[in-house]
């Protein structure tokens, strides 16, 4: 199971800047972009298949704009969080490309 959880725009910080974390209530909503709206319905967003962003663990990056993320995300009706690796390429033009996303063993 793979999903993009970061908009295109603002998917990694600068090599200086160190990672933000998104709000602890974020929620990806069906574009694939984090919303912080958990106020709404179940029935609008919460759908079967929907993850909750719980977290973001670490993120490095590698000459040639890589990164390697970690993060934990649960589904909104479990409580268990599981943890994902990522590597996403952050393009200089178009949108960023993620070439694995994985669940962390």
Same mark, same amino acid.
């Given at each position: 199971?793979?999903?993009?959880?970061?908009?295109?725009?603002?998917?990694?910080?600068?090599?200086?800047?160190?990672?933000?974390?998104? !709000?602890?209530?974020?929620?990806?909503?069906?574009?694939?972009?984090?919303?912080?709206?958990?106020?709404?319905?179940?029935?609008?967003?919460?759908?079967?298949?929907?993850?909750?962003?719980?977290?973001?663990?670490?993120?490095?990056?590698? !000459?040639?704009?890589?990164?390697?993320?970690?993060?934990?995300?649960?589904?909104?009706?479990?409580?268990?969080?599981?943890?994902?690796?990522?590597?996403?390429?952050?393009?200089?033009?178009?949108?960023?490309?993620?070439?694995?996303?994985?669940?962390?063993?």
């Amino acid at each position: 199971m793979c999903f993009s959880l970061f908009d295109t725009g603002s998917m990694a910080p600068d090599r200086d800047a160190p990672p933000e974390n998104p !709000p602890e209530n974020s929620q990806e909503n069906s574009q694939g972009r984090v919303a912080s709206d958990t106020n709404a319905p179940p029935d609008t967003e919460a759908k079967e298949g929907s993850i909750v962003l719980a977290g973001i663990s670490r993120t490095t990056w590698r !000459p040639g704009v890589m990164y390697y993320i970690t993060f934990e995300a649960q589904d909104p009706f479990n409580s268990n969080a599981t943890t994902f690796q990522a590597e996403v390429q952050k393009k200089l033009k178009g949108p960023h490309k993620v070439y694995s996303c994985v669940i962390k063993t």
